[in-house]
């Protein structure tokens, strides 16, 4: 429609309602009409602004917001745009800037609080995107989508009850929001809740079945109930909808690693470096990373990430590495070094530094848990020559059959939850005759001896546990070690002591489904639970077997 030159608020009216009506083709020509009538008509810039952002046609979009706030600064609406268009073309920090300043104009403006939570959220800032998003909330309490961002927020700073709360509320005001579903799935997920989990994944992927991450947790909880083949199919489709997912890639690579699968299952384990929990691991050089290429003469640094186990887990390849460089640097948590130092066979080129330590110039750098991928591990060919942690001059004492028990990990780590055991819980162990029972236990989780009144049936050796290398010593000096999937399990698999392993129902990848042996550990047992949070039943099984280990003198 041409605007008359005679009636310019008629014209502007009429571009307004071809705008409303969606009918954009003709609304960008009115308002270009309009702006040939009265150019540089601030009013008129910003709607033809919003006009080209609806149409994908951002720069220009950006250009005329611009303009708009060039000849007035307290246009809200041409801010706002000019600020939806620099986050299109993914510059962050004006994008930010920009939607501040709307803010300062209209501090209610829901649009511009959404986008800034999510910015803040994808840029690491989570405190300010929490804000954002409770302003949000506040200023437009009716907003399912409001509740459901900050309920996403409050999910990432893993307030789960907060987060609850919110999504809750967001379904409240609309039954059929599907990505409130979804987020709710992942609370009921971190709380290790996988019937609920699955039960809000299913919902969502009711109302909206091209939902990525709705189908990776699908399959997260799937596969924590065991129900394999259908995980691996939900992963699947995730990824059909974001081949680059790097979440749906990561766990479909422990989905394999589980079943065995692992030269399948290397490439997407590099996946892990995308996410955003892996971050604090994340190290950055100027040095390319090693690919297991021959490198005489070279320098490789290996640097430990996620726990401490993992560290003494992949230490099996340091030996390996070396052979095809020339020198290997392990960087460590400080108290692995000096267990980790005399590594037997290692010292004329290898040296082993405390995380955060200067390091001497090297030509490579490998991230620890990376090393598998590099050697092509399968399940058939774990490097193992024997043990490979030692302490020098110790030895076993006499007596009775000496035992040592962990029955907890790190509370830091997410599986935590799964993987430790309630002391009391293992009472069926402690009533094995003719044993000695030694806590190997770090930490707080140690006082569980005197609380469950075991103070007479395990002795508490956390004082002398100053590194782990004394941990070590004290493990050299036990005929049994029975522990849970942590850092002490490792330790004593890479000495060679025997070892039996106490696993939860869904057991981390590297134990395998269906086995009872380990191939990292030749030798060791693992017993797994015969359903998910059942320690007492696991506990009677190996108190009984622990008996007959006690009877044939260790050999059973």
């Not at 989508?145 to 509320?169: F, K, P, Y």
């Not at 025997?498 to 134990?511: G, H, M, Q």
């Amino acid at each position: 429609m041409a605007a008359s030159r005679a009636d310019p608020e008629t014209a502007f009216a009429a571009a307004q309602e071809l705008q409303r009506a969606g009918r954009l083709a003709e609304a960008d020509r009115a308002w270009q009409e309009l702006l040939k009538l009265i150019p540089g008509h601030p009013g008129g810039l910003a709607n033809h602004a919003m006009v080209l952002w609806q149409l994908g046609r951002h720069a220009d979009a950006e250009e005329a917001a611009t303009e708009a706030l060039r000849r007035d600064p307290a246009m809200v609406q041409a801010q706002a745009i000019a600020a939806a268009c620099a986050e299109a073309r993914g510059a962050d920090g004006i994008a930010i800037q920009r939607y501040q300043r709307a803010l300062e104009l209209k501090p209610d403006l829901a649009t511009a609080l959404h986008a800034l939570s999510n910015l803040y959220l994808r840029n690491g800032d989570i405190a300010e995107a929490r804000e954002a998003a409770e302003r949000m909330a506040a200023a437009a309490p009716l907003s399912a989508q409001a509740w459901d961002t900050l309920g996403a927020i409050r999910l990432a700073q893993d307030d789960l009850i907060g987060a609850e709360q919110a999504l809750s509320e967001a379904l409240r005001l609309d039954p059929d929001f599907a990505s409130a579903r979804a987020n709710l799935g992942t609370v009921m997920a971190e709380r290790r809740d996988w019937a609920k989990a699955l039960q809000h994944a299913d919902a969502a992927l009711a109302i909206d079945d091209r939902l990525k991450e709705a189908h990776n947790n699908r399959a997260n909880a799937l596969s924590s109930l065991g129900r394999e083949a259908e995980a691996e199919a939900a992963l699947e489709r995730a990824i059909s909808l974001n081949p680059d997912n790097a979440e749906a890639l990561f766990n479909r690579a422990l989905l394999w690693l589980r079943q065995g699968r692992w030269p399948e299952a290397w490439p997407g384990f590099e996946s892990r470096w995308r996410l955003r929990r892996m971050q604090p691991w994340r190290r950055k050089f100027d040095v390319p990373q090693w690919d297991g290429a021959e490198a005489p003469g070279k320098t490789l640094l290996v640097h430990a990430e996620q726990g401490i186990g993992d560290t003494i887990m992949m230490a099996r390849y340091l030996a390996p590495a070396a052979r095809r460089v020339g020198r290997v640097v392990l960087e460590c948590a400080p108290e692995l070094v000096s267990l980790m130092a005399a590594m037997p066979n290692m010292a004329e080129r290898f040296e082993c530094v405390a995380t955060g330590a200067a390091v001497r110039p090297f030509d490579f750098h490998v991230p620890a848990m990376s090393l598998p991928g590099v050697f092509a591990t399968m399940p058939e060919t774990v490097p193992w020559d024997g043990p490979y942690v030692a302490v020098p001059g110790a030895a076993q004492t006499g007596g009775p059959l000496n035992v040592g028990l962990c029955w907890a990990g790190n509370p830091r780590n997410s599986a935590d939850p799964d993987r430790s055991a309630p002391l009391a819980a293992l009472a069926p162990i402690l009533s094995a005759n003719g044993c000695a029972f030694h806590s190997l236990q770090h930490g707080p989780e140690g006082d569980q001896i005197a609380a469950a009144g075991l103070a007479g049936r395990i002795v508490d050796h956390r004082a002398e546990l100053t590194d782990f290398a004394a941990t070590a010593a004290l493990i050299s000096n036990m005929d049994l070690v029975i522990s849970v999937c942590t850092s002490v399990a490792h330790l004593s698999g890479a000495m060679g002591r025997p070892l039996w392993v106490l696993l939860c129902a869904d057991a981390d990848w590297r134990w395998l489904r269906g086995r009872d042996d380990t191939p990292w550990y030749p030798g060791a047992k693992l017993y797994h639970q015969a359903a998910a949070g059942d320690w007492g039943e696991l506990a009677a099984r190996v108190g009984v077997a622990l008996e007959e280990y006690g009877k044939s003198g260790g050999d059973a």
